[in-house]
């Protein structure tokens, strides 16, 4: 299952904290393109600086800048090499001696415990970076995951809608909204317990998952609701996608413990745009409650281009 980012550290941290989640947005946003960018622009305009104002004024807290950036981005080996060449170079620069005395004389042991000093302090720096970044992406991982099935939360999934119909789209430009509600689960639930119910929907999850694409998503919105999202290149693979989703899944739920089949709707969109999504999925649902009112258990797919307007037509595979 594709899994995107999310940009939902304002669930993880106190709404008050403006500052930090700028930054964490903006790190966590980061391509490793652009990481690497920063590191190198923002560590030579930092050493230029440190050798244009010599000795005399010090600039350690600057580099903390690339060093952080290296830790976050690449972890703590990529941040600990980017601080030990920062150490090299400063020391070069300043010397090994006391930075508000650096003219004073030092003996080769203290200049090496100085350098020591740096990078001691250099070190815990990026352990600490590192670590929330770890800390950071388990919390983010748990907001936007569902305990139970694994797939992802509603909040996820349009977070992860708006960039599929955003720049993603240029490379698959037709995506399926999918809306699949499982036929007879609350009579398992009824008759045999929400242990049971449980069972149901960990094998749908489990189902989809093994049916789907890297690419594609699974997300949980109710009870008993999954929507998927499955970029296509063409509306006909659109379609052709629905069918195989519904006629996977509908094998593997023959094994269940429990009687349970699947509703499902799918709704095949070109020209698609963020924000229209909404839209997209309420069309997706209604689709799938069609299904259910005409006897459940089967598909019902309809195409909608928004450059010709409302929905092309539809058609049922059973």
């Known amino acids: ?145 569902d305990d139970l099935t694994g797939a992802l939360t509603k909040q996820a999934l349009h977070d992860q809608l708006r960039r599929m119909l955003g720049a993603e789209r240029r490379a698959l430009p037709v995506l399926v909204f999918l809306y699949s509600d499982l036929d007879g689960f609350k009579q398992v639930n009824d008759q045999h317990g929400h242990d049971a119910g449980d069972i149901v929907l960990i094998d749908f999850a489990d189902a989809a998952m093994r049916t789907m694409r890297p690419r594609d998503v699974l997300a949980r919105v109710g009870g008993d609701e999954f929507v998927m999202l499955l970029p296509v290149p063409s509306v006909a693979d659109g379609y052709s996608a629905a069918q195989r989703m519904h006629r996977d899944i509908s094998q593997s739920l023959e094994t269940c413990p429990y009687p349970v089949t699947c509703s499902m709707g799918a709704l095949v969109v070109e020209h698609g745009n963020a924000d229209r999504e909404a839209t997209f999925l309420k069309m997706a649902d209604n689709l799938m409650y069609e299904v259910k009112r005409a006897g459940k258990n089967a598909l019902r797919v309809a195409h909608v281009d928004l450059d010709k307007g409302d929905p092309a037509g539809t058609r049922v595979s059973a």
């Open 1 to 145: 299952m594709a899994d995107g980012r999310m940009n939902s550290s304002s669930s993880i941290f106190p709404h008050h904290a403006y500052v930090p989640q700028a930054l964490i947005d903006w790190a966590s946003g980061l391509s490793s393109r652009q990481s690497k960018l920063y590191i190198a622009v923002s560590f030579g305009l930092i050493a230029l600086l440190d050798w244009a104002s010599g000795p005399a004024y010090t600039m350690v807290a600057l580099y903390f800048l690339p060093i952080s950036i290296a830790a976050w981005s690449f972890g703590f080996r990529v941040g600990l090499a980017t601080g030990m060449v920062c150490a090299l170079i400063q020391s070069a620069i300043n010397g090994m001696g006391d930075p508000w005395s650096p003219a004073a004389a030092v003996s080769v042991s203290a200049a090496g415990w100085n350098f020591l000093m740096r990078l001691l302090g250099l070190m815990l720096l990026v352990m600490l970076v590192a670590g929330f970044r770890r800390s950071y992406e388990t919390e983010r991982r748990r907001a936007r995951t």
